[in-house]
């Protein structure tokens, strides 16, 4: 009792002192404990994230320049890095972020915002999956983004062209001594002298749709090929092609080609220039229109040669069940197999660019022809000895046809 | 069941059955809805080659700066093509047509060469990496096969005897295993088609489901 008064009466006496120590006590462990908070925030294995090194820049090869990639040697220790900031400063750019690259990668391709004929200089950092960032590498040596006027890595595509050119160069100055070159028959395009007489003889028009791709594929201009030939044929038997276009520029190539064939076939008065016509760009609709133009004009024979998608059963069914006689041929591996469902004749694949030189006769598309299958022998020795030199470890044939 | 009140919707329905009656024969309504339908696309056509070509890629650079003058390089070339309105002046279409041919041609030469050719060929090879497993082996040696028959079938200059003619049969037996599963995909693809279109009819348009 006499301790709890004594002490009642000590705090009592020495109140203020007592709330002044109190306060010192707080402020100091306050400041203690602030103290060890910001040690503990302080990243102390900062230091020993290291930065990459050999930092070089160089122009992207084989491009039309805007390109630079950057090269590095990684940092003795990776343990505790998640990845590289690359830093980019040119003449008139301030030192800023320009990429990230993961922790394993000694390559980036830098393309955001490059120009031609400015010099860059790149720096790097590495970073922790903390966000603690090393110091930042030593700058690379200025580099310059330009376009180079040959690709290297076409080479083998530029090998290929000229070997094609000179084996089709060769087989012409053959073909025009008078040699004849031997073609073997496609019974698709055999029976489009039946279909177009068959048509004459029934006194209905032909149908000739030419896909719908533009002229910049390879399909429509293999469609024009044919439809040259064609168009003389039904000059010649005096009846009548329907050519309805998806494309305005497709539209023009085929208007001149059918012209220039009832011209050779000298019944150029024969030749109606509204016979060959737009009927519109979009894929389904042109499908809706040619299906309409079938069931109203009635074609004895519906040729489909071109480029095809979707719509290629739709026109196949609804011409097959108007009783025509129908020739199809496309590129297209996907449509093949309604075509062939649907139509009496298929022309598949590369048959259908070989068609105009089997129609014309022409010793110059013959020619490119036979150029062609030296070609595939070409590659099919090409695999068999590649693929032996293969086991005994030698691909140097393999890495010829490797794209670069 | 509760039936759409939008008369969008209806008319979509209803458009939807003109263009399956079809499927019946050609009548009215289905010339009504191709004529429609052609005829909407063209506009469409029209407006998108307006705005997003003619304004954005030759109007806006040449009349406003910086000025692209030579633009008007290819804007006469293309104009060229007008060219078949005038029995006079028709043959002026040639020169754009045979740039554009041409080019195009050029273009894509390097292009198929390289992704049709050169990476099949190249992926065709019988290395001994293929030969892992006896499916892998299996694999390597029927693709290998394929690719050779299909090739010696789509060889034009040699009469087809003998040896030759017996690969080039295979070839063909290849060809059309791979229609047929093409076939049935595609199929499969275009019967969801069909559902989809039965799904906005029964559901969106008549409100049974």
């Known amino acids: ?404 | 069941m509760s039936i759409s009140t939008s008369i969008w919707i209806w008319i979509a329905a209803l458009l939807t059955l003109m263009i399956y009656s079809f499927l019946y024969k050609d009548n009215p309504f289905y010339r009504l809805a191709e004529h429609i339908f052609m005829g909407l696309s063209l506009g469409y056509t029209l407006v998108i080659l307006w705005y997003d070509y003619i304004i954005p890629r030759i109007y806006q650079p040449l009349f406003f700066s910086p000025h692209q003058w030579s633009l008007i390089f290819p804007i006469l070339l293309g104009m060229m093509t007008f060219g078949i309105f005038s029995k006079k002046y028709n043959w002026l279409i040639k020169y754009p047509l045979a740039f554009y041919v041409s080019a195009f041609a050029a273009i894509q030469i390097p292009v198929m060469l390289r992704s049709w050719i050169l990476k099949q060929v190249e992926a065709s090879f019988l290395t001994p990496d293929k030969f892992s497993s006896v499916f892998n082996s299996i694999n390597a040696i029927l693709i290998f096969v394929g690719l050779v028959t299909t090739l010696i079938y789509f060889y034009f200059s040699k009469k087809r005897e003998h040896g030759f003619g017996a690969a080039a049969t295979v070839g063909i037996v290849f060809i059309m295993v791979a229609f047929g599963a093409a076939f049935g995909y595609t199929v499969m693809a275009r019967i969801s088609l069909l559902i989809g279109r039965m799904q906005f009819l029964i559901q969106d348009w008549l409100g049974i489901m």
């Open chain 1, 1 to 404: 009792m006499c301790s709890v008064y004594w002490l009642c009466w000590f705090f009592e006496k020495n109140k203020k002192t007592l709330d002044k120590c109190l306060f010192l006590i707080i402020k100091v462990n306050a400041m203690l404990i602030g103290i060890l908070f910001l040690i503990g925030q302080i990243p102390t294995d900062s230091v020993f994230l290291n930065p990459p090194t050999n930092i070089i820049a160089m122009d992207a090869p084989n491009d039309r320049g805007e390109v630079i990639i950057i090269k590095w040697d990684l940092p003795e220790d990776i343990s505790n890095i998640e990845g590289y900031q690359i830093f980019r400063e040119a003449e008139e750019e301030t030192l800023h972020l320009a990429g990230y690259s993961p922790v394993d990668r000694t390559e980036y391709t830098d393309q955001l915002g490059i120009k031609n004929n400015v010099e860059y200089r790149y720096r790097m950092r590495s970073i922790s999956p903390e966000g603690i960032v090393s110091i930042s590498s030593e700058p690379s040596l200025p580099a310059t983004a330009y376009p180079q006027w040959f690709r290297m890595d076409y080479i083998n595509v530029l090998a290929m062209v000229l070997l094609y050119l000179g084996l089709t160069v060769y087989f012409v100055r053959i073909a025009r001594k008078g040699k004849k070159i031997f073609l073997r028959r496609i019974p698709g395009l055999d029976a489009l002298e039946e279909a177009v007489g068959r048509a004459t003889e029934m006194g209905k028009p032909i149908l000739y749709v030419p896909g719908i791709w533009p002229m910049s594929e390879i399909g429509t201009i293999a469609a024009m090929n044919i439809l040259k030939p064609v168009a003389k044929k039904v000059a010649q038997y005096e009846s009548r092609i329907i050519v309805p276009t998806i494309d305005p520029i497709v539209m023009n190539v085929a208007q001149q080609t059918v012209k220039e064939g009832f011209t050779e076939a000298g019944r150029i008065d024969s030749y109606n220039e509204d016979d060959v016509f737009y009927l519109t760009s979009a894929q389904f609709a042109y499908a809706a229109g040619v299906n309409g133009i079938m069931i109203r004009e009635k074609p004895a024979t519906n040729l489909f040669l071109g480029v095809f998608f979707a719509e290629s059963l739709l026109l196949a069914e609804t011409g097959n069940a108007t009783g025509a006689i129908q020739i199809a041929g496309t590129d297209r591996v996907a449509q093949l197999p309604f075509f062939v469902a649907a139509c009496d004749y298929c022309i598949m694949g590369e048959e259908l660019y070989a068609a105009s030189a089997y129609l014309s006769e022409d010793p110059r598309l013959v020619s490119a022809i036979k150029a062609q299958d030296w070609g595939k022998m070409g590659i099919l020795i090409c695999l068999a000895l590649g693929s032996l030199l293969s086991i005994f470890g030698a691909t140097f044939i393999i890495s010829w046809f490797t794209a670069r």
